[in-house]
């Protein structure tokens, strides 16, 4: 099931994963649209849209669904318990006086319950690991409050409530070298990824040299998050125009394992550590060189 953003929906994001759970469940049980409909007393249309996220089942549809499905009590109650959470933390439209587009508010959800994330991007730091000085270069043109919104998704990483995010990273040099807002914010972003690397033990940062070569990612940013039972994982692959979001297990499987092939191409964490030392350092002697004029 792959979601574009040309057709985003704004429902709540554990909704569209219960949706895609549902769907697979019946589709492996054998079940059509339409006897899951005659069990619930409706039409097949609205077996299509919990399929796809449209409208939540209720608690007691959901347990008679996953009963005709075969699933066991523990997996019923996992899913049922899950879809609850969907009633309780529903994304707004806006963010105070900031209207956000509802494919972003999908990737701030997925970042926010997201377990694990791998994330590979050759020209841009991810705004999981900018330094402010960085965010506000990019959004120059934008209100002060979609900087403060792009900061905030950093939070996941130092979160006390559950589990922190584990966040595997590979980014290219060429994200190292760009100039985005200055010597002095370049400088101040590869400190800030050079200390991730050296104090953040669910944070690991691989750099990819220049001259890697070809890689299945190029051209693209891809990201994968996997969440808790019984959420599938989620990919989303960044293009020139928009996002594609995609929940197929295969189409996941086989770009988790590209990641793991390019982050063995990737210089290992103390190396890119190193790596990013030295570069910031660099930089930020060119400021001082600078300010001596």
Not at 162 to 180: D, Y
Not at 275 to 284: E, N
Request: net charge positive; charged share 25%.
């Amino acid at each position: 099931m792959c979601y574009r953003d040309a057709v985003s929906q704004p429902f709540p994001t554990e909704r569209v994963q219960v949706a895609a759970v549902l769907r697979r469940m019946r589709e492996q049980a054998g079940v059509t649209r339409g006897e899951a409909a005659e069990l619930l007393g409706c039409t097949t249309s609205k077996i299509g849209d919990l399929e796809l996220g449209r409208s939540g089942a209720k608690p007691a549809e959901l347990e008679k669904l996953l009963l005709r499905y075969g699933a066991g009590p523990v997996q019923r109650e996992e899913l049922i318990q899950f879809a609850r959470s969907s009633h309780s933390r529903k994304p707004r439209g806006t963010y105070g006086s900031v209207r956000v587009p509802a494919n972003l508010r999908r990737v701030l959800a997925l970042e926010a319950q997201a377990r694990e994330t791998v994330h590979y991007s050759g020209e841009l730091i991810p705004p999981v690991l900018q330094v402010r000085g960085y965010t506000e270069a990019l959004l120059a043109e934008g209100p002060v409050k979609l900087v403060e919104l792009h900061l905030g998704r950093q939070d996941c990483l130092e979160r006390t409530d559950r589990p922190r995010l584990r966040l595997r990273c590979v980014l290219g040099e060429a994200a190292l070298r760009a100039g985005i807002g200055g010597e002095a914010v370049m400088a101040a972003q590869l400190a800030r990824l050079c200390w991730l690397n050296e104090t953040a033990p669910n944070v690991e940062i691989h750099v990819l040299p220049l001259g890697a070569g070809a890689h299945p990612f190029l051209g693209r940013t891809v990201t994968l998050h996997f969440f808790p039972r019984p959420a599938p994982a989620v990919m989303v692959t960044g293009g020139i125009e928009r996002d594609v979001f995609c929940d197929r297990a295969a189409a996941v499987r086989e770009a988790a394992a590209q990641f793991t092939a390019l982050r063995a191409r990737a210089l290992g964490v103390r190396e890119s550590t190193d790596f990013l030392r030295r570069l910031g350092q660099h930089r930020a002697s060119t400021v001082e060189d600078s300010h001596a004029r």
